[in-house]
């Protein structure tokens, strides 16, 4: 009995904690699911958004966790299923709010462009360039929807297959929004260095 309470109260999160909540629904499990993964999340969601839309989405996504956790798959990541409802909460969202998201591969529009940051000088290195962390995130919020997403979920380090599910998909779509992006990222962060 006193193994057993004290297994539960110092456990430490696993990745397999979304397999034991979807089967369990314990709040235990949620906790560590949270834990684990609740900055991640955030940290995707204001790449594709705003601070305040990125926090509202966050907490509409834990609750589709709660409210779908019987359709989790253990063969699929635990992260990579989150963002996947993530994804589509905040997609939602946009169509709420009537918002476009532009879904075309090959565009350069801004999802926003109020409240943009002043391009500053820092220590921050990217490559053989020196640029800062405002103006490498100002030349990612100039991507599309879909460049700027697959950047991020490619610097979360999720895999080909990850980003498949996550963004419903295919492998080849995924590597021409990763290589526009790229090169996009680049132009803009060279127009920056030229600027500075």
Excluded at 58 to 81: F, M
Excluded at 168 to 178: E, G
Aim: one cysteine or more; a negative charge; proline letters at 2%.
């Amino acid at each position: 009995m006193l193994m057993s309470i004290k297994t539960w109260l110092f456990e430490t999160p696993s990745k397999d904690c979304m397999a034991r909540y979807a089967k369990s629904g314990e709040n235990r499990h949620l906790e560590q699911l949270i834990a684990l993964y609740s900055n991640d999340l955030y940290h995707y969601l204001v790449t594709q958004s705003n601070t305040h839309l990125a926090y509202d989405v966050s907490q509409q996504t834990w609750l589709k966790v709660i409210e779908k956790r019987h359709l989790y798959q253990a063969q699929t990541t635990p992260k990579a299923w989150l963002f996947k409802l993530a994804r589509n909460t905040l997609i939602d969202e946009y169509r709420k709010q009537q918002h476009f998201v532009e879904l075309d591969e090959n565009s350069l529009q801004p999802l926003q462009s109020a409240n943009q940051s002043e391009l500053t000088n820092s220590d921050s290195h990217i490559g053989d360039t020196h640029i800062s962390y405002e103006a490498f995130n100002t030349a990612l919020k100039e991507l599309s929807f879909v460049q700027r997403e697959a950047i991020t979920l490619q610097q979360e380090g999720f895999s080909l297959a990850d980003i498949e599910l996550i963004t419903q998909s295919n492998a080849q779509t995924i590597k021409t929004r990763l290589r526009y992006a790229k090169q996009n990222l680049k132009r803009l962060l060279g127009d920056y260095n030229e600027q500075a």
